[in-house]
């Protein structure tokens, strides 16, 4: 999810959007998110609030999470975001990783 393919995947989300009462969206796969891609899942959490929608973030990837984490954005969101059990360990202190 990326300014390349931005308008793509705003239109996908928006028709998918229309279409239903409520939309899951698995994050899951996306390997790379920017500030577009970002604003893209911004705009479709705000357009099915307007239209009495539900839209929920699911199987957040690491590109994902950091995006949303940086922006702190993860409440407006509302989804409960699983870390995988390896991406815990290694941000565990004393996981045998230097500092410098």
């Known amino acids: 999810m990326n300014i390349y393919n931005a308008t793509a995947q705003k239109n ?3 028709n998918a959007l229309d279409g239903c009462q409520e939309l899951d969206i698995d994050l899951s796969q996306v390997g790379e998110m920017d ?3 970002f604003q893209i899942l911004l705009l479709t ?11 929920r973030l699911t199987g ?11 922006y702190n954005m ?7 975001m699983i870390i ?3 991406e815990r360990a290694a941000a565990k202190p004393g996981n045998g990783k230097s500092a410098g």
């Open 12 to 14: 996908m989300l928006l």
């Open 35 to 37: 500030t577009a891609g």
């Open 45 to 55: 959490k705000r357009e099915a609030l307007k239209a009495g929608k539900a839209v």
């Open 60 to 70: 957040h990837s690491k590109a994902v999470t950091e995006l949303i984490d940086l």
């Open 74 to 80: 993860a409440s407006y969101f509302g989804d409960p």
């Open 84 to 86: 995988p059990a390896e």
